[in-house]
């Protein structure tokens, strides 16, 4: 990866423009002056400043990942916000929106505004999350209005569930006038049990405890249920099930104010992978059968699942290379994150300009960021991709302070070259 800061003036001529707010794919330029957007159109002149040939590559929005674990504070040895913003790069995005679930978990005002002031000089734009509850213990609320004051854009105790309902329920009500969702990690923990994997044909192969596709449906239609009640906004992170697709079908039908994410593993894998014991595929919630991916991949192709998210989550390979009951769940997912949904969605007939839009407008729209980024003025938050690309992931791809990922070895497609981000330019 190269770094410089941008000229003054820098002109990206020759671009396939996809504009994901107009929904318009054409060929063009696009002029960037001291680090924001001056101009997007067709053979806009080059103004004295650096042009660089983008040679009918694509040029779009830098990605939005609205579910990242960056470890700070506690576990800096997994990730920092630091090691995290290279990693985002390098998968295209130049804006991340941090799960609260540190050590200590982020669930007060200060410590919201501990991670913006450190996040501030890196090359991405990080948003944190705040806890729903505090000490994600799932009993009494954080302080919500103050958080959101210091920069919060929403509110998850994303890795372990809010089971109370009644919690849960004072969580919409109170987050629906500050205008942010509420992101409850539904697995339910009496139906998840000792579970592993996906409760199923492989999980009686491998002998391994199952986790019932039910534990995360019935949360799923427990949290859609309260928020069409209370008029709450709800946002439901990381779907894994064919069931869960259905109740978020259902539920925008009725006009519940509920979004939906899918992880690109989701999308990529299923429990037949898991035949050699990976422990780096060992994710909550777990990878399930191929009929829940086919679900997930037509649920995202019809806008029933909005966008895609990362969840991404470093572990250490000690953690990792424990027996498979106890290593910890989760797998590092920003830099293999375009290349893995671009390959399975484009083999299934999806049109780059809805995944492009599945990566940036609509992650920004479930969190209330500026999404329109091509407006003059905008500070220039873009990336460079090759969708034809085809490449093998392999370790020297990672960024990460952390390797577990069940990616490297696999052919992706579509990759990321430069990326433009808070008045620099990154080369890869
Ligand atoms: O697999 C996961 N890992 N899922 C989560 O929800 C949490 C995450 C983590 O923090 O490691």
């Not at 040029?59 to 579910?67: A, L, R």
């Not at 009494?140 to 849960?168: C, K, W, Y």
């Not at 999404?371 to 003025?377: T, V, W």
Request: aromatic share 6%; glycine share 8%; charged share 25%.
């Amino acid at each position: 990866m190269t770094a410089n800061h941008l000229p003054k003036n820098l002109l990206l001529k020759n671009a396939r423009i996809i504009d994901p707010v107009k929904m318009k794919e054409f060929e063009g330029d696009i002029l960037i002056r001291n680090g924001n957007i001056e101009a997007v159109g067709v053979d806009l002149p080059e103004d004295g400043g650096e042009t660089i040939n983008v040679n009918g590559k694509i040029v779009t929005h830098g990605f939005c990942d609205i579910h990242a674990h960056f470890r700070e504070p506690g576990r800096e040895d997994k990730e920092t916000l630091e090691s995290g913003s290279k990693a985002a790069l390098a998968g295209g995005f130049t804006t991340v929106c941090v799960m609260p679930n540190t050590d200590p978990p982020i669930d007060s005002p200060e410590s919201i505004r501990f991670l913006v002031e450190k996040a501030e000089n890196l090359p991405v734009n990080i948003h944190p999350m705040g806890a729903v509850t505090m000490g994600q213990k799932g009993e009494h609320l954080t302080e919500m209005a103050s958080m959101i004051q210091e920069g919060a854009v929403a509110f998850s105790d994303d890795g372990v569930p809010v089971m109370n309902s009644g919690v849960m329920r004072r969580a919409l009500e109170y987050a629906a006038p500050l205008g942010v969702p509420v992101i409850n990690h539904a697995e339910d923990l009496t139906l998840k049990g000792e579970g592993q994997i996906n409760e199923g044909d492989w999980s009686t192969e491998l002998g391994l405890a199952g986790i019932p596709d039910v534990s995360e449906s019935s949360m799923v239609s427990r949290d859609i249920q309260v928020a069409e009640f209370v008029k709450g906004r709800l946002h439901i992170p990381h779907i894994s099930s064919r069931k869960s697709v259905e109740l978020i079908r259902w539920a925008k039908e009725q006009g519940v104010n509920v979004t939906a994410e899918v992880t690109p593993h989701h999308l990529y894998f299923t429990d037949a992978h898991l035949v050699n014991y990976d422990t780096n595929l060992k994710v909550a919630p777990p990878i399930r059968s191929e009929k829940d991916r086919l679900a997930l991949m037509t649920a995202l192709k019809d806008g029933i699942i909005d966008c895609v998210a990362t969840d991404h989550a470093p572990h250490t390979i000690e953690d990792k290379e424990a027996p498979f009951d106890w290593a910890p769940p989760g797998m590092i997912g920003l830099e293999s994150a375009f290349g893995a949904v671009w390959k399975v969605m484009s083999g299934a007939g999806c049109e780059l300009i809805e995944i492009v839009k599945g990566f940036t407008t609509k992650p920004r729209t479930i969190m209330g960021l500026a999404s329109d980024l091509f407006q003059k003025g905008t500070p220039a938050e873009l990336v460079i991709f090759d969708p034809d690309a085809e490449w093998v992931f392999q370790a020297k791809h990672i960024h990460s302070k952390s390797r577990n990922t069940p990616f490297i070895g696999e052919r992706l497609k579509g990759k990321v070259l430069t990326v433009i981000s808070k008045g620099m330019i990154f080369q890869f």
